[in-house]
């Protein structure tokens, strides 16, 4: 069955620091990958996505992704995290079912990012 | 309005009863999405619209939890004598197509069982 993993729970960076969020999925064909950021009290928001093409995505807020296929990963990163970061970020892959024709999302737990001054 | 939005933002009700759930997607989005977030979890996928119809049931968790939409607009998520385990918060979100596109979601109906 598809998966999504995100190994970190919890992260604490500094502000101004670099940021790499970490996400694992399982799935057989090309995957469509999303990374959405969830702040508290907000729905969930796109920050990128990559569907084909290159494999380094830009995204909003100076996030970008790469996906690896070798490694089957799409981590996130950012190079200098502010204060406004902090938040939950979801990793999240397009699901198979029906050829992929519906477009639900198979999410990860998530990684609660904390920023410190 | 200019996003997707959801009523009510909170609900809470005891145990056995019945609830309904809202959701207004983007305007001339044609797919709706329903998803369950539990507490420290991620999102788990419930069921999806094309239009009014609804092709694939088979993430409802239990025959008490149905949902609807109409006139491609509104849809509504019902569950039936509520249990605690059906705390959680409900997300929705629309596209303004099926399959892999950027899902719009709106802020969610947090639910506590009693």
């Known amino acids: 069955a598809q998966s999504v993993t995100q190994p970190d729970i919890h992260i604490t960076v500094s502000e101004g620091a670099s940021l790499e969020l970490r996400c694992n999925y399982s799935?057989?064909?090309?995957?469509?990958l999303f990374w959405y950021v969830q702040s508290p009290g907000q729905g969930l928001q796109l920050l990128l996505k990559?569907?084909?093409?290159?494999?380094l995505v830009q995204g909003i807020k100076g996030f970008e992704a790469e996906f690896k296929r070798s490694q089957s990963s799409f981590n996130l990163r950012k190079p200098s995290v502010h204060w406004s970061d902090a938040a939950e970020y979801f990793c999240a892959v397009g699901a198979e079912n029906y050829g992929g024709s519906q477009g639900n999302l198979i999410f990860g737990k998530g990684t609660k990012l904390s920023v410190k001054p | 309005g200019a996003g997707v939005s959801q009523s009510p933002s909170n609900k809470v009700t005891e145990k056995g009863k019945d609830v309904e759930l809202r959701c207004d997607p983007i305007s001339g989005h044609t797919a709706l999405y329903w998803y369950r977030q539990r507490l420290g979890q991620g999102l788990e996928f419930l069921i999806y619209?094309?239009?009014?119809?609804?092709?694939?049931k088979s993430g409802l968790p239990s025959d008490r939890f149905s949902a609807e939409r109409t006139g491609e607009s509104v849809s509504t998520l019902t569950i039936q004598r509520t249990q605690q385990e059906d705390s959680a918060v409900y997300l929705c979100?629309?596209?303004?197509?099926?399959?892999?596109?950027?899902?719009?979601f709106g802020p969610g109906t947090r639910l506590t069982v009693l």
């Open positions: 619209f094309q239009g009014n119809s609804a092709p694939d």
């Open positions: 799935y057989g064909a090309t995957p469509y």
């Open positions: 979100a629309s596209s303004s197509r099926p399959g892999p596109d950027t899902q719009y």
């Open positions: 990559y569907f084909s093409g290159d494999t």
